[in-house]
Nanobody
Framework: QLVESGGDLVQPGGSLRLSCVGSGFAMAYYAVGWFRQAPGKEREGVSCISSSDGTNYYPDSVKGRFTISRDSAKNTVYLQMNDLKPEDTAVYYC??????????????????????WGHGTQVSVSP
């Protein structure tokens, strides 16, 4: 089970940190990703981290603003989001999957292949 928290309404330029707590399995052995879905849009991967060497993937839309990190002792993955923009408004989901493919492929191309999902947390960016 994955449980997200930390979503909120913030102004443009603001920051949020999302948390994803896992239970029932050790997240350290899984690739973990943050995905988002805005109304009427396809779900997209915004930050993913591999299980082996900590390799990260970020699409250009968030590179330099978002940072994914792990705390294995707490079985938790975080998403630090800085300089938020209105286009970042979406429901943010945490997902985990066995690391069967390169992290960029799993994050950018194959969100449907991720086996474990949280219920999502709403992030709204508005003046």
């Amino acid at each position: 089970q994955l449980v997200e928290s930390g979503g909120d309404l913030v102004q443009p330029g603001g920051s949020l940190r999302l948390s994803c707590v896992g239970s029932g399995f050790a997240m350290a052995y899984y690739a973990v990703g943050w995905f988002r879905q805005a109304p009427g849009k396809e779900r997209e991967g915004v930050s993913c981290i591999s299980s082996s060497d900590g390799t990260n993937y970020y699409p250009d839309s968030v590179k330099g603003r978002f940072t994914i990190s792990r705390d294995s002792a707490k079985n938790t993955v975080y998403l630090q989001m800085n300089d938020l923009k209105p286009e970042d408004t979406a429901v943010y989901y945490c997902a985990a999957t066995p690391p069967v493919r390169p992290i960029e492929d799993m994050c950018r191309l194959d969100w449907r292949g991720w086996g474990h999902w949280g219920h999502g947390t709403q992030v709204s960016v508005s003046p």
